[in-house]
């Protein structure tokens, strides 16, 4: 993580929309959870200087992007961390694209090419689905390519709510949704 420390982002999603976490105190202090009253919320660990804004409208009022405003333009947008209600396979489906095969096996329906088959994990006690798959990246030199990327699609679920996080197509996108996931947990802030 390019020797920047790690903070912990309190990523607050209330039932009206979202909010930004309020600055932390310096590089390596945790950044504080806004107060939002019934909030739902999720924290994971990230890299010191990336920065949470809430998505578009239209990716709906659960929903923040983390970015790096060091990197250049197009690769700044690293993980979009949306929270949902439902299950663990029902938002998987909806939200992430993993459905069952003929045979009864989580696979991917996102991404180019043949479908990859979808990993479960766990990670601080609550049951995720995860996959990598190719995706499309565009940069100003070469311009848009089909396949070229690559990125994490993951649900991690507390049985009521799940948080889906999923990357951009670059290597800085991957490793900090991987970091994410690694560390995600529900808060009840």
Known sequence: MNGLGVVA???????????????????????????????????????????MRPCDAHMGPRCMILSDPAAEEFL???LTVQVHAG????????EAGFERNAAGRLMTTYG???????E???????????????CGISDPETGFHA??????WAVVSDGTQSVVISSSGFGNGLDAAEAAVR???????
């Open 9 to 51: 982002i309190v990523v607050a999603l209330g039932i009206a929309g979202c909010r930004e976490p309020s600055a932390a105190a310096g590089p390596e202090a945790p950044q504080a959870a806004p107060q939002a009253p019934a909030a739902l919320g999720v924290a994971f660990d990230q890299a010191a200087g990336l920065q």
């Open 76 to 78: 700044r947008d690293l």
């Open 87 to 94: 299950s663990l396979e029902a938002v998987a489906a909806a």
């Open 112 to 118: 180019r090419f043949e479908p990859v088959a979808v």
């Open 120 to 134: 479960a994990f766990e990670v601080n006690g609550k049951p995720g689905l995860r996959a990598v798959v190719a």
């Open 147 to 152: 396949g070229a990327g690559e990125c994490l």
């Open 183 to 189: 560390s995600i947990r529900f808060t009840t802030d």
